[in-house]
Each structure stands twice: as C-alpha cells, then as structure tokens.
C-alpha cells in the first residue's frame, strides 16, 4: 500500500556529529515532502519542505535530499546540538485531491554530549 | 500573531462523559485539521476542514464530530468518551504552501 516510513526509530548520536534521518515512501503522486521536529510535550513544528521537482534544499543547519529513483527522502542535521534531540517525521503531499498528507510515524534522535 | 492555540492543555474524563476541546488560529488560513496521536505512532488525522464551512472524515473519525464554527475556529466534540480516546490530540492548519502549522496539543485521559 502507499505509505510513508522511516528506516530507523531511533538515533544516536555525539553533540557536533552530524546526522541522517532517512525516510521511504512509496506514492508516486507525491509532489511535496515536508520534515517536522517535534519536542517533547509540544506539537510538531515545521523544519524544510522540498518539492518534487528538486532534490536538495538546504536551511541553517539542515538538508533535505529527495531521491525519486528510489523514493527515498532524508534529512541531514550538521554539527547536532543537544536541542536538537526530538522525533522527526517526515510527511508527504499527494497530488490527488482531498486531503492529501500523510505522517511517517517518526525518529526519534538522542544528542549524547 | 499566536499562531495556533488549543484548549484545554490537559483534561481528564471518565467513560461516558462528553467534552469539547478548541482550536484557534490567526494566520488566516483556510484549511484545519484535527489528528489524534498515540505513544510510539505517528499523527492519525481525525477530521479536517477544507474551507470554512465543509468537514470531511479522516482516518479515524469514529467516537468524534467536528465544526468549523468559522475561518478561525475548529472544534473537535467527543459525545460520549471511551478510554481508547485517551491520547494527545493537535490541531493544525495549512498555509497555501501546505505546510501544516500545529498546536500545543490536548492531553486527554479516558478513565
């Protein structure tokens, strides 16, 4: 079925690492991708988006790389800080009408100092 | 601009009982959504409002109702509570770049 998921629940890393969350997804209809860091406690809050037509947009810190080979999307924290330490859940937009998002169901990353 | 609130934050039911949480927001936008999310899951959309005045069923919409009282407000209505409502509950919108900005999120205990 089409679905949205992640390739490791959890992460750890060392404070200044950098790190790579992968997501899978299997909609071809997918035209726009979006990461969401969620704290604990606190809802999820936007990261970056890329659309279908890229495959790689950078923000402070953050990369989004989009293979669509592969339907494979990750996103790549440089020099990890301990507030970086959340679940991130990539999510995807379907191009076919309605409501179109779908959730993975999330990473979570531990920053070890 | 305080983006999107909720109310209340934490709430605690017991089996049966009917509650009403709030969902407000100011950016304007049109479309809202309610999703539920479990411990350990991924957000599981509840129901969602395209426009001001059209609702349309989620995932999981069983046990709940919704309305879009106006551009700004979303509630979502348990009639009649069950403990496998107990989770976190968010409300979002979306921006004209589908980007989903979310609340603080209703923690909901059903005993």
């Known amino acids: 079925g089409e679905s949205v998921g992640l390739h490791l629940p959890t992460l750890s890393v060392q404070e200044g690492d950098n790190s790579i969350i992968n997501c899978a997804y299997s909609n071809s209809a997918s035209d726009y991708f979006i990461w969401y860091k969620q704290e604990s406690g606190k809802g999820p809050q936007f990261i970056i988006d890329i659309r279908s037509n890229m495959d790689k947009r950078q923000g402070q810190r953050v990369t989004v790389l989009l293979n669509k080979t592969v339907k494979h999307l990750s996103l790549q924290i440089a020099a990890t800080q301990p507030g970086d330490s959340a679940v991130y859940f990539c999510?995807?937009?379907?191009?076919?009408?309605?409501?179109?998002?779908?959730f993975g169901a999330g990473t979570r990353l531990f920053v070890k100092a | 601009n305080a983006g999107v609130t909720q109310t209340p934050k934490f709430q605690v039911l017991k089996t049966g009982q009917s509650m009403t949480l709030q969902c407000a927001q100011d950016m304007n936008h049109n479309s809202m959504y309610w999703y539920r999310q479990d411990p350990g899951m991924g957000l599981r959309l509840i129901y969602y409002?395209?426009?001001?005045?059209?609702?349309d069923k989620g995932e999981v919409p069983n046990g709940y109702n919704v309305s879009r009282l106006n551009k700004r407000e979303f509630s979502l209505r348990l009639e009649s509570a069950a403990p496998s409502q107990t989770s976190v509950y968010f409300c979002?919108?979306?921006?004209?770049?589908?980007?989903?900005?979310f609340g603080p999120g209703t923690r909901l205990t059903v005993l």
């Open positions: 999510a995807e937009n379907l191009n076919t009408g309605g409501f179109k998002t779908i």
């Open positions: 979002a919108s979306t921006s004209y770049t589908d980007t989903q900005y």
């Open positions: 409002s395209a426009s001001e005045g059209t609702t």
